[in-house]
């Protein structure tokens, strides 16, 4: 990782550039002081707690973290996957805080995870193996004994397939 960047040499990022103007007074006021609640109320005519809560949204936002990352040094690219990665975090921790959190999200946030490389995506257990199961083709007639256990079927053509005996006994 790299050395800091200055505020000149940042402002002339593309990161930087990217972000509002509002936004980037932001920022340069953020890396003066270090305070986000100092930083929102200087492009802000609100109160300190006002602007504390506006500091959650404007600090959460993909492209100010991704600016402050160049500004840490960090590579563009590799600036933007940490910022999406901090992003999915403040996403997350929302989410298990939530108490009306819905299977529907939960389902979501690892579909993004797994899209986003953060876990492997889950691979059924007999994806690997071919199936083995008797399986009776389309347009054949299943051959059942009293028990309700399949014995074999009969096709279109009237040849009659009897199940291998070690699945007849499973």
């Keep these: 990782m790299a050395?800091?960047?200055s505020i000149e040499k940042l402002r002339e990022t593309?990161?930087?550039q990217a972000l509002s103007v509002r936004c980037q007074q932001m920022v340069e006021t953020y890396l003066q002081t270090?305070?986000?609640?100092?930083a929102v109320m200087a492009v802000s005519s609100g109160k300190e707690s006002s602007s504390r809560t506006q500091s959650y949204f404007y600090f959460a936002?993909?492209?100010v973290l991704e600016c402050l990352e160049v500004a840490r040094g960090v590579d563009p690219q590799a600036?933007?996957?940490a910022a999406e990665r901090l992003r999915f975090d403040a996403d997350l921790?929302?989410?298990i805080g939530s108490k009306t959190t819905t299977k529907a999200q939960l389902a979501a946030m690892k579909l993004k995870a797994e899209i986003n490389g953060y876990i492997m995506p889950a691979v059924p257990a007999d994806a690997s193996e071919p199936s083995t199961e008797f399986q009776i083709p389309e347009g054949a007639t299943a051959l059942v004994d009293k028990a309700g256990v399949v014995k074999g079927y009969r096709t279109a053509e009237g040849a009659y397939v009897q199940r291998p005996s070690a699945e007849v006994s499973q």
């Design 34 to 38: 270090g305070s986000k609640v100092k």
């Design 61 to 63: 936002r993909i492209d």
């Design 93 to 95: 921790n929302k989410l």
């Design 14 to 16: 593309d990161a930087f």
């Design 3 to 5: 050395n800091k960047l």
């Design 79 to 81: 600036a933007h996957a």
